[in-house]
């Protein structure tokens, strides 16, 4: 079983940073995919950046590219997600996940394991 939590969010004004942790209670981490999902209220929960388990490998769409950079140190079992220039529609909780596979992977129905999400909210 795969723990994850994450941590880093919290209130920024437009333009701000802020760098978000998910630490994972599992020996295996680098056999893992990982990536950073959000949901904002009343919306899809949806891929925000993702990353293969050698590191390798990344993804993000094009609302966040150029903004966003994901990383993970496998000797810490964490993953990150950098979020520069943020923005207003960038509010929402945050989501962490897992997937014992190669990845990276861009669906949430892909992953396996999943944080409890961690609040950001970015003022105009």
């Known amino acids: 079983q795969v723990q994850l939590v994450e941590s880093g969010g919290g209130l920024v004004q437009a333009g701000g940073s802020l760098r978000l942790s998910c630490a994972a209670s599992v020996p295996t981490f680098r056999r893992y995919a990982m990536g950073w999902f959000r949901q904002a209220p009343g919306k899809e929960r949806d891929v925000v950046a993702a990353i293969s388990r050698s590191g390798d490998s990344t993804y993000y769409p094009d609302s966040v590219k150029g903004r966003f950079t994901i990383s993970r140190d496998n000797a810490k079992n964490t993953v990150y997600l950098q979020m520069n220039s943020l923005k207003p529609e960038d509010t929402a909780v945050y989501y962490c996940?897992?997937?014992?596979?190669?990845?990276?992977?861009?669906?949430?129905?892909?992953?396996?394991?999943w944080g409890q999400g961690t609040q950001v909210t970015v003022s105009s």
């Open positions: 996940a897992a997937k014992g596979l190669g990845g990276p992977f861009i669906n949430s129905y892909d992953y396996d394991y």
